[in-house]
C-alpha cells in the first residue's frame, strides 16, 4: 500500500475527529445568511441557496466574463455534498485559493444584488465566515460604511485561540502569524461594527490602534492589482484611508513609515492601473509634507514616479513632483537633491510636459516656487554639459537624452507659464556654468556652446530683460574683484555691447539706471550719454530702457534728473511719447523754472524737452503755456546767467511754429533785454492773432 494512502487517511481520520469536536451545526453547513432573517434562514435548504446563487452567477457573467470558469468550480451541482471539515490540507488549499481569487473579483460588484446570492451559498456551504475570514475581508473592507458590510461583519466567527487552529483554514501565504492577525482584524472589526455601519474615523482609529490593519489594507490592494481584479472603488478606499491615516496621527511614526513604503514603491510602478499610480502619487504627497525625507527616499520615490508614469498619468505625477520639491525644500537647501538628474530626462520624455507644466502653473492651486527653482538649474547644466549625439534617443535609452537647449528656450519664451520670477536664477546658473566649463577647459569653450549660450541669454532679454540684468548683476557681484569675472564680463559684453545689458560698472546698463546709489545712477545717464549714435539706435524704442529713464527724469536727486533730461535723443529713447509728455511736465510743475534749491535747471531743461513735443500736440502745449509766460514774466538774479538765456533762447526757437511766437527768436545783449523784445513780439502777435 503506497505510503500517501496512509498520509491520506490520517489526515482525512483527523479531520472528521476534529469536525465531531464542533458543535452539530457547525459541520457541512452553516446557517448564517445575509439574505434571510435567523429564523428563515434556519428554514432555507441548501438547494435553495444553490438555485438563489447560480441565478445569482448568471447575473455577474452578463457584467463580467471572468466570473464564468467558476460554474463548474465554486458553483458546480457536486458542490452542494461538499463537507469543508472533512476536507485534507491539500484540497483545502486548492478550494481556499479558489474563493480568494472569486471573492477578490466579486469585490467590485459588491453593491450588487447578484453578489449578495453567490455570497449566500459561499456562506451556507463553503463557511466563509469561518475559514476565509481574510479574503472576504479583502472583498468587502472598501464598503465598511454600508449596512451589508455591517451585518456581514457582525456574523463572522471568531475563534478562540484554543480552537483557532481548526476554524481558520489557510489565507494565502503567510502561515500562523498571518492567521492571527486576519483573526484579530476581524475581532476588532465586530467589535466597532456592533450592528452598525463602521465609519470611516472609527476605521482609521483602529489602523493606529492596530498598524497590522494598515498593512492588511495595503496587501489587499497589492493582491487584487496583482490577480488584474483591483476595482475603483477599492482604489478610492485605500487613497482615502491612507491620506486620512496620514493626516491624523499627530506624527508619522518611523514604523508606519516602514510598513507603508513597499507598497508605494509599488504603486508607482503599477502603469497598468492608472487609478493606482493615481492614489500612489496622493499618499506619497501627503506623507512627503509630514516627514522630512531622506535623499536617499527621495531619490527613490522621484525615479519611480517619473520612469513609470504614463500618459494617461502623467499630470498626476508631475503635481506629486512639485510637492514633494515643496515640501521637502526647506530640509534639504541643495537643488539637486530634490530633482535627480535621471528623474528630469524621464520627465522630459514625456511628450506632454509642456502642457502639463502649463496646466498644473495657470490653476494656481499649487506652489511651485522651489520646483521651478530646482527645474531652472538643473536645465542650465544639463544643457552645458549635453552633446548632440546624446540628445533625441530613444526614451528606453538610459544614454539618450533630451534637447535641453530646446528645452530651456520653450520655457523662456511661453506665453502661459510665468517663468519671470525665475529667470534671474537661471541667468545666475547659465552664467556660472560658463564660468566654470571657461576656467576648467585647457582652451577657451567652444563658439558653438558659447553661440547657444549667447542665443538663450537673448531669448531671456526679449522676455525677461530685467530678471536678466539682475541674473548677470549677480554673478558679477558674487565674483567680485576676481579672477573668475573675467570670463563673464567679456561674454557678457561680446553679447549684448550697446544694449541695455552692457555693463556699467559691476552691473548692467539695466540694473545701474535703477541703482540706489544717486552716483551710480547718474555715471550710467553719462556712460548712456557717452554712446555713439549707432549704440544708442541700438537701444532706441526699448521699452524697459525707455520706463527706468522716466522715472530718472523724475529722480528725486536733482543731479540724477538734469542727466536723464539731458540726454541725446531723449525722445527717441523713450518710445511712450504721451508719458514722457507728462513726466516732463510734472517735473516743471513741480520744481518750478526759478526757485534756488538746484531744480531750477531741471526744470527749464525739463521745459526746454518738453517744448518740441508740444508743436504737434495742442494739449501739451496748452499745459506748456503758464510755465513758459512765467519764465517770460517772473525775474529774479538766478535767471540772469548766460544759461538761462541760452535755454530760453532754444525753447522759443522750437516753439516759433506757433502763431503766438513767432518771430519770437530775437537775441539780446542780456536776459532783461532780449525778455523785452519777445515781450514786444507777444503782443504783436496776440494783437494779429486774437482768435
Given at each position: 500500500v503506497p505510503r500517501s494512502f496512509w498520509h491520506h487517511m490520517s489526515s482525512s481520520l483527523g479531520a472528521q475527529l476534529a469536525r465531531l469536536a464542533l458543535p452539530q451545526e457547525a459541520s457541512g453547513t452553516s446557517k448564517a445568511s445575509i439574505l434571510f432573517d435567523l429564523a428563515r434562514a434556519k428554514s432555507v435548504d441548501l438547494d435553495t441557496i444553490y438555485n438563489i446563487a447560480t441565478n445569482g452567477l448568471l447575473e455577474l457573467r452578463k457584467l463580467d466574463e471572468r466570473f464564468g470558469p467558476f460554474e463548474a468550480s465554486l458553483f458546480s451541482s457536486t458542490s452542494k455534498s461538499l463537507d469543508r471539515d472533512t476536507l485534507v490540507p491539500e484540497e483545502t488549499e486548492k478550494i481556499d485559493h479558489s474563493i480568494a481569487t472569486f471573492l477578490r473579483l466579486l469585490s467590485g460588484y459588491f453593491m450588487l444584488k447578484p453578489a449578495h446570492k453567490v455570497l449566500e451559498y459561499l456562506i451556507r456551504r463553503y463557511l466563509i465566515l469561518r475559514y476565509n475570514i481574510g479574503a472576504l475581508l479583502e472583498c468587502i473592507l472598501p464598503f465598511h460604511d454600508t449596512d451589508m458590510f455591517s451585518t456581514i461583519i457582525s456574523q463572522i466567527e471568531v475563534p478562540a485561540e484554543k480552537t483557532g487552529r481548526f476554524v481558520l483554514g489557510s489565507f494565502k501565504a503567510g502561515g500562523p502569524a498571518e492567521r492571527q492577525r486576519v483573526t484579530l482584524f476581524a475581532r476588532l472589526l465586530n467589535a466597532a461594527a456592533s450592528s452598525a455601519p463602521l465609519h470611516r474615523h472609527r476605521l482609521i482609529q483602529l489602523c493606529i490602534d492596530s498598524p497590522a490593519l494598515t498593512e492588511f489594507v495595503c496587501l489587499m490592494i497589492k493582491r487584487?492589482?496583482?490577480?488584474?481584479?483591483?476595482?475603483?472603488?477599492?482604489?478610492?478606499?485605500?487613497?482615502?484611508?491612507?491620506?486620512?491615516?496620514?493626516?491624523?496621527?499627530?506624527?508619522?511614526?518611523?514604523?508606519?513609515?516602514?510598513?507603508?513604503?513597499?507598497?508605494?514603491?509599488?504603486?508607482?510602478?503599477?502603469?497598468?492601473s492608472p487609478d493606482l499610480q493615481g492614489a500612489t502619487y496622493m499618499i506619497i504627497s501627503k506623507l512627503a509634507s509630514r516627514i522630512p525625507m531622506t535623499p536617499d527616499l527621495i531619490t527613490s520615490l522621484m525615479l519611480g514616479i517619473c520612469k513609470y508614469t504614463t500618459l494617461h498619468s502623467f499630470p498626476f505625477a508631475l503635481q506629486s513632483v512639485v510637492h514633494i520639491c515643496q515640501t521637502q525644500v526647506a530640509t534639504h537647501k541643495d537643488l539637486p537633491t530634490l530633482l535627480p538628474d535621471k528623474a528630469l530626462i524621464y520627465i522630459f520624455r514625456q511628450p506632454t510636459f509642456m502642457a502639463s507644466l502649463t496646466s498644473l502653473l495657470l490653476q494656481g492651486k499649487y506652489e511651485a516656487g522651489a520646483f521651478m527653482a530646482s527645474l531652472l538649474t538643473r536645465i542650465a547644466h544639463l544643457a552645458m554639459h549635453s552633446s548632440p549625439e546624446t540628445q533625441n534617443g530613444n526614451a528606453d535609452d538610459d544614454h539618450a537624452s533630451p534637447d535641453y537647449w530646446k528645452l530651456a528656450r520653450d520655457l523662456v519664451t511661453s506665453r502661459d507659464i510665468q517663468t519671470g520670477p525665475y529667470m534671474s536664477l537661471f541667468t545666475r546658473a547659465l552664467l556660472n556654468e560658463y564660468q566654470q566649463l571657461q576656467q576648467g577647459a585647457s582652451t577657451s569653450v567652444a563658439p558653438s556652446l558659447e553661440a547657444r549660450v549667447s542665443a538663450l541669454l537673448k531669448h531671456i532679454d526679449q522676455h525677461h530683460p530685467h530678471e536678466l540684468s539682475q541674473g548677470i548683476a549677480a554673478v558679477l557681484k558674487e565674483n567680485a574683484n576676481t579672477d573668475k569675472n573675467a570670463a563673464v564680463l567679456q561674454f557678457v559684453q561680446r553679447s549684448f555691447t550697446g544694449t541695455r545689458h552692457d555693463i556699467s560698472g559691476d552691473a548692467t546698463l539695466l540694473v545701474s539706471l535703477q541703482h540706489t546709489d544717486p552716483t551710480m545712477r547718474r555715471m550710467t545717464l553719462h556712460q548712456l550719454s557717452s554712446y555713439s549714435k549707432a549704440q544708442r539706435a541700438k537701444i532706441a524704442g526699448d521699452r524697459f530702457i525707455g520706463g527706468v529713464i522716466l522715472s530718472r527724469i523724475e529722480d528725486e536727486d536733482p543731479e540724477v534728473a538734469h542727466a536723464a533730461l539731458s540726454l541725446k535723443d531723449l525722445s527717441a529713447l523713450v518710445p511712450d511719447q504721451h508719458a514722457l509728455g507728462a513726466a516732463l511736465l510734472r517735473v516743471v510743475a513741480r520744481n518750478g523754472t526759478h526757485n534756488t534749491s538746484g531744480f531750477g535747471d531741471v526744470a527749464l531743461t525739463a521745459l526746454q524737452q518738453a517744448v518740441p513735443l508740444a508743436m504737434s500736440r495742442p494739449d501739451l502745449f496748452q499745459a506748456c503755456l503758464p510755465p513758459l509766460l512765467s519764465?517770460?514774466?517772473?525775474?529774479?538774479?538766478?535767471?540772469?546767467?548766460?544759461?538761462?538765456?541760452?535755454?530760453?533762447?532754444?525753447?522759443?526757437?522750437?516753439?516759433?511754429?506757433?502763431?503766438?511766437?513767432?518771430?519770437?527768436?530775437?537775441?539780446?545783449?542780456?536776459?532783461?533785454?532780449?525778455?523785452?523784445?519777445?515781450?514786444?513780439t507777444l503782443a504783436t502777435n496776440l494783437t494779429a492773432h486774437q482768435e
Open positions: 487584487a492589482f496583482e490577480a488584474e481584479t483591483l476595482s475603483k472603488t477599492a482604489v478610492s478606499f485605500y487613497a482615502v484611508l491612507l491620506v486620512s491615516l496620514l493626516a491624523s496621527v499627530p506624527s508619522v511614526s518611523n514604523d508606519l513609515t516602514v510598513i507603508l513604503l513597499p507598497y508605494l514603491l509599488h504603486g508607482i510602478k503599477a502603469d497598468s519764465l517770460l514774466f517772473v525775474t529774479d538774479v538766478d535767471r540772469q546767467s548766460p544759461t538761462s538765456l541760452d535755454a530760453l533762447t532754444r525753447i522759443l526757437k522750437d516753439a516759433h511754429t506757433h502763431p503766438l511766437f513767432a518771430n519770437a527768436r530775437k537775441s539780446g545783449p542780456n536776459l532783461p533785454h532780449f525778455i523785452g523784445q519777445v515781450v514786444t
